[in-house]
């Protein structure tokens, strides 16, 4: 059983920034693509940026230019930089692989950004 833990949320000013980190229990970072996903109040969980074993990076229209996902496998940890914070920024931010194989989610790290 994976465990993921996610943290680096927090309450932030609109245009500020934050750094999201996410451990795992385990090594699955590189050999995975990852991923961190976000669910905003009443809303659905999305896919918001994702790295594969190779470092390519894919990101959601919404923070294109703004977040910046990156990996460190010796340290078996995730991050995402999100820079220019907005409102719609505010969820509850997780890491999971980008096939969620694992079938479980951490608990999650709250960001809300304040107008």
């Known amino acids: 059983q994976v465990q993921l833990m996610e943290s680096g949320g927090g309450l932030v000013q609109a245009g500020g920034s934050l750094r999201l980190s996410c451990v795992a229990s385990r090594n699955i970072f590189s050999i995975n693509t990852m991923a961190w996903f976000r669910q905003p109040p009443g809303k659905q969980r999305e896919m918001v940026a994702s790295?594969?074993?190779?470092?390519?990076?894919n990101y959601a229209d919404s923070v294109k230019g703004r977040f910046t996902i990156s990996r460190t496998n010796v340290k078996n940890t995730l991050y995402l930089q999100m820079n220019s914070l907005t409102p719609e920024d505010t969820a509850v931010y997780y890491c999971?692989?980008?096939?969620?194989?694992?079938?479980?989610w951490g608990q999650g790290t709250q960001v809300t950004v304040s107008s």
């Open positions: 790295i594969t074993r190779g470092g390519i990076t």
């Open positions: 999971n692989t980008e096939d969620l194989q694992y079938g479980v």
